[in-house]
């Protein structure tokens, strides 16, 4: 893979990034704690890529994720990802996850039968653990078995995921809301 570019970019939850290539995205970084540990952790994690200003499409994907996480029930699904260096398992769990729309979720073990591996709940658990596309393969919107919010891997963990579930109105079952939603809040 050749000629990477990365944007950082402001968003509600802070300084995510993007990476992408001639096929499209190869990356989405949620927020570090800083603008320069996002940079650090782009640039460790995609050497080669450059920072530089992003096409047309990618543009387009930045704003769709910024909307997103303004808590606009926005469909991301138009983003084209690169997914050459993706396992298969975890390309065929990516394709499922996008599948689930702001405001909904599954569980690890929904998503196992839609792949037609009912047993696989941890291998789907594993795969979307190792998720290269942050919010455009909305890892946060499936849980655990019973509603039990599960892990996630990005930074801040579980505090993250609820944060993302609850900018999308959702309340995982058995927690209070940490953060509110514009449509909660009355903001429209």
Known sequence: MTDLGFLLFETPIGVCGIVWGDRGVVGVRLPEASEAAARARVRREFPDALESPAPSDVQRAREGIVALLRGEATDLSFIQLDMRQVAPFNRRVYEVARTIPP??????????????????????????????????????????????????????????????????????????????????????
């Open 103 to 188: 405001g909904a979720t599954l569980s690890y073990g929904e998503i196992a039968v839609r792949l037609g591996e009912p047993g696989a709940a941890r291998d789907v658990g594993s795969a979307l653990g190792q998720n290269p596309f942050a919010i455009v393969v909305p890892c946060h919107r499936v849980l655990a078995a019973g509603g039990k919010i599960g892990g996630f891997s990005a930074r801040g963990g579980i505090r993250t995921k609820l944060r993302l579930l609850s900018i999308e109105g959702v309340q995982a079952p058995g927690t209070v809301p940490l953060f509110e939603s514009g449509r909660s809040a009355g903001i429209r």
